[in-house]
């Protein structure tokens, strides 16, 4: 059973924008925390920005003033809205979900920047 679906991700040239999408399934019970995290080739995942169910919002330092993470609570939904894009954002990028009944990620998908 799929628990999270994203969507949103492609290729765009530098200094373009991207719109990431995560649909929590109904069946997560207690969302407290709505992510993305980003794992490029090579590097480690790291997290990207998360916002809480009260809506405390924690970004990367290297996507402040880029990247804009927002939630939709009734549609269990989580979106990152990334502008100016650069190379070093190409990644694959995960959702992820912290909830009562335990830690969910997605599949990923994939953003590539060009120069």
């Known amino acids: 059973q799929v628990q999270l679906v994203e969507s949103g991700g492609g290729g765009v040239q530098a200094g373009g924008s991207l719109r990431l999408s995560c649909e929590a399934s109904r069946s997560i019970f207690g969302i407290k925390v709505m992510g993305w995290y980003r794992q490029a080739p090579g590097k480690q995942r790291e997290l990207v920005a998360d916002?809480?169910?009260?809506?405390?919002?924690n970004y990367a330092d290297s996507v402040k003033g880029r990247f804009t993470i927002s939630r939709d609570n009734a549609k269990n939904t989580v979106y990152v809205q990334m502008n100016s894009l650069k190379p070093e954002d190409t990644a694959v990028y995960y959702c992820?979900?912290?909830?009562?009944?335990?830690?969910?990620w997605g599949q990923g998908t994939q953003v590539i920047v060009s120069s």
């Open positions: 916002i809480s169910s009260g809506g405390q919002i």
């Open positions: 992820n979900v912290a909830a009562l009944t335990g830690v969910f």
